[in-house]
Structures are given as C-alpha cells and as structure tokens.
C-alpha cells in the first residue's frame, strides 16, 4: 500500500521527502478537491504527470474522472482507466476514466470539444487535461467558449479540473485566473514564468525561482494555495512507480478493474 509520503514543504521535512502528511498539513497545506481546479506546469520531464496523478490519487473519488492525454503517457497509461470511445456521453459512476483523443481533431465538431460540452452540462464530473495546450480552443477565446465555460463555472457545477501544461502561453488565460492552486516546476521560458508569477506573489515566486529562475531542484515545485494564500516549496512527489501503484490499489479496491 502506498505509505501516504507526501510531497513535503521545504525546511519541515528534511533530509528526505518521505515524511509523514501531519507535517505539511500543519502548515496549512491542503489538497485539492471536487470544487477545485489545479493548474500544473513546467517543462517537460519535470514532474508534472507525476504529480497530477498524484494528486488526482488523493481525490475521494464521489465523481468520476476522466483523464484527457494526447501524448499517449507512459505513465498515465500504466494506470487502468477504462477508455471512453468517441462520441461517449460523459460517465456518471465514480470511477477513473480515460477519453480516446487524436491531436489532429481541432475543427468545431472535435468529440473532445463535443465531450466537454457534454460534462459542462452534466455537472459533477472530475476533468484531468495532461498539456492543455493540445485542448480544443485552447485559448478560449472563440465564441465556442468551452473550456472558458468549464474553468469560470466549473466550482459551482461541481467540475474539478486538474490541468498540466509545459508551454502556459499556449493555453487559456483562464487556466491561471481561475486556478484555486498553482503548481509550477521548472520552467526556462521567461514568457511562461511570467504568466504565472502574474498569479502568484511575485517575492515568493523569485525567493524560490532566483532571478533567472533556475534555482529550482529537480522535481522540485512551488505550490500556491489561492484562497489561503499560502506558498510553500515543494520536495518531490512520490515516484511515478508509487504514484501508479496507488492508482492501480484504488482502482482495484472500487473494482474499476
Ligand atoms: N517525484 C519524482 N520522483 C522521482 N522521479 C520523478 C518524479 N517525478 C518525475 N520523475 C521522473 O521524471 C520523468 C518525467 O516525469 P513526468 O511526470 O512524466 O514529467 P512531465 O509530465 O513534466 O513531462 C518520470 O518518468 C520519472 O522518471
Ligand atoms: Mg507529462
């Protein structure tokens, strides 16, 4: 069974991130939930398929999720999730969930849009987007206005989302005004850094960055809690073998298998 090894706040837990969760929970730590959205960023390789999953572990599973991924991941698909065909209504029973995606759909019938259309409407559904930027309307700005809907509207309609990007300039503004947490890793690319150190407090953001924001750990992150207000520096997420291992345990504890 996974051993709850949290991702830690630096300077509580050291010298390993392998600490019980009370410690970064007292600091005012909490996790995302169903009213919620988490936008993940950073490079790629840096840790944020890895933390999502993590995060979406830690999920009371009320709702189903469905995991968007256009890259086909590796990890993601070490997980079971029952695959959603084309032109599927969006589940109603709990349970993790993937939807089969082509990154050469992008015309106004594209079934991810239709898709997520169809879960704006049907309210409690856990949305997970693995790089955002390969979205439909990516940047919600036409008068489709789906994932604009999905990200401003999306708490009170009982809609989590978990989204990653590695390129923030490539995706909707409203993935960042909307987020309640921001979870941002390595990013070398100013243009993005600045996206997000526009939505976090910008001392705490350079403190854990440097001025040429490298100064970052490797799977290491910064986590800002929009309503508490609250930063902290995390250590890394448990490992993508412990992540997937736990997502294997609930899937098989919900006979989702
Ligand atoms: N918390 C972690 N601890 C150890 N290795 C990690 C961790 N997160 C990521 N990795 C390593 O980095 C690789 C890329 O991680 P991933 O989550 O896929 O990054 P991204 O989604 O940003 O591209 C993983 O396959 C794994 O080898
Ligand atoms: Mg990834």
């Not at 410690?23 to 840790?47: A, E, H, M, Y």
């Not at 559904?125 to 940047?139: K, S």
């Not at 970052?216 to 412990?242: C, G, I, N």
Request: with cysteine.
């Amino acid at each position: 069974m996974e051993s709850d090894k949290p991702p830690a706040a630096k300077g509580v837990s050291r010298p390993t991130p392998s600490v019980s969760l009370s410690s970064i929970f007292n600091r005012g730590w909490r996790l995302p939930g169903n009213q919620d959205r988490t936008s993940i960023v950073g490079k790629t390789g840096s840790g944020k398929t890895t933390a999502g999953l993590f995060i979406l572990s830690k999920q009371d599973f009320k709702l189903p999720w469905v995991v968007i991924d256009y890259k086909d991941d590796e990890i993601i698909n070490s997980v079971p999730l029952r695959e959603l065909r084309d032109g599927s209504d969006p589940p109603t029973e709990p349970g993790l969930y993937k939807l089969h995606s082509s990154p050469f759909q992008n015309s106004r019938d594209d079934p991810v849009e239709i898709f997520l259309k169809k879960c704006w409407a049907k309210t409690h559904i856990g949305l997970f987007f693995d790089e955002a930027y390969m979205l439909p309307d990516r940047f919600g700005r036409t008068e489709r206005g789906t994932l604009r809907a999905l990200y401003t509207t999306g708490r009170s309609r009982r809609i989590p989302i978990i989204a990653l990007t590695q390129r923030p300039v490539d995706v909707t503004k409203y993935n960042f005004s909307e987020a309640s947490h921001h979870l941002i890793f390595r990013l070398p690319d100013k243009k993005d850094r600045d996206i997000v150190r526009g939505r976090v407090p910008n001392e705490k953001f350079d403190g854990i960055f440097g001025k040429h924001g490298t100064d970052l750990a490797e799977f290491h992150s910064m986590w800002y809690d929009v309503a508490r207000d609250k930063t902290f520096t995390m250590l890394p997420f448990p490992d993508p073998a412990e992540v997937i291992d736990r997502l294997c345990e609930i899937c098989k504890l919900n006979k989702w298998t």
